[in-house]
């Protein structure tokens, strides 16, 4: 089975910045999407970033200039970059693995990583 890992969260000023890694273990086949979400208390989880296995990416309006996805597929990880950070970031960080096996779609979550922005 697929776990995802997650590391890097944490308290930091505004105009700070932090690096989220996510790593999965166990088989995994075909990656075809990695990306990161966000909840905050009481609202919808939302994308934040998503990066294709073709490296094409898609940000969020309200992190473009700010957030940066990448990865490292050799060690099945993927990273987001963040940059100039808000109050308004603040929230619990997921990271989304989708794969494909045989033509069918699979999809695994982190647990989760606490990002505390104080203004």
């Known amino acids: 089975q697929v776990q995802l890992v997650e590391s890097g969260g944490g308290l930091v000023q505004a105009g700070g910045s932090l690096r989220l890694s996510c790593a999965a273990s166990?088989?995994?086949?075909?990656?075809?999407?990695m990306g990161w979400y966000r909840q905050a208390p009481g609202k919808q989880r939302e994308l934040v970033a998503e990066?294709?296995?073709?490296?094409?990416?898609n940000y969020a309006d309200s992190v473009k200039g700010r957030f940066s996805i990448s990865r490292d597929n050799a060690k099945n990880t993927v990273y987001l970059q963040m940059n100039s950070l808000k109050p308004e970031d603040t929230a619990v960080y997921y990271c989304?693995?989708?794969?494909?096996?045989?033509?069918?779609?699979?999809?695994?979550w982190g647990q989760g990583t606490q990002v505390t922005v104080s203004s």
């Open positions: 989304k693995f989708g794969t494909t096996r045989l033509g069918i779609l699979h999809y695994y």
């Open positions: 166990g088989s995994i086949f075909s990656i075809n999407v």
């Open positions: 990066i294709t296995s073709g490296a094409s990416t």
